[in-house]
């Protein structure tokens, strides 16, 4: 089944394991345990305003993904607390839609994994100079048959914001 992300990754996607592309079609469930940690001070502020989780490092996380052909929406629950984002194609590019971000990414296969190489963002429409720009490193990959993940945010002068992962079983809805 078509939809954005194979569309988007044409090739690639077929080169990601059966595990992966379940992932990533239709509609899933994924479900387990994460670790969340936070920065400093100044990451806990911006964590706040944007609302993202709170640091534990043995979060229940739900997650339910939505894949469409012109968009994909990924619904969020860490413990409770939910966090929405929806991706639109711009482009050459993914573009995830949080709150008032918009973050451009490729995602790529690369040795097993799914990696979303981040290339800029927007903050209400307006692009941040690359150097205000947060770093973000975001990957899945398939492990001893289960489903991981990992993303991390760094940003000039704060340093570490944000980071979560672990591995979560898939359920297809």
């Known amino acids: 089944m ?3 992300l194979s569309n988007h990754m044409g090739d690639d996607f077929n080169r990601l394991s059966p ?3 379940l992932a990533h079609t239709g509609t899933t469930t994924l ?12 990451a806990n502020i911006i964590c706040k305003v944007f609302r ?13 993904c939505s894949h469409f052909s012109d968009r994909m929406e990924w619904v969020r629950y860490f413990d409770g607390f939910k966090m929405s ?9 993914l573009v995830e839609r949080l709150g008032p971000l918009a973050m451009n990414f490729k995602a790529v296969a690369n040795g097993g ?10 903050l209400f ?15 899945e ?27 979560l079983k898939i359920s297809e809805t």
Do not use: W
């Open 52 to 64: 993202f989780p709170s640091e534990n490092p043995e979060t229940h996380l739900i997650v339910e």
């Open 85 to 93: 984002s929806n991706f639109i194609t711009d482009s050459h590019y």
């Open 125 to 139: 429409g307006i692009p941040l100079p690359s150097i205000f720009s947060p770093k973000i490193i975001a990957y």
């Open 141 to 167: 990959q398939e492990v001893d048959g289960k489903y991981q993940f990992f993303v991390s945010v760094n940003m000039f002068m704060v340093g570490f914001v944000l980071s979560y992962g672990g591995d």
């Open 113 to 122: 994994k799914l990696e979303y190489q981040f290339a800029r963002t927007k």
């Open 19 to 21: 595990l992966l592309r």
């Open 2 to 4: 078509l939809n954005i």
């Open 31 to 42: 479900e387990g345990s994460v670790s969340v940690k936070r920065g400093g001070k100044i």
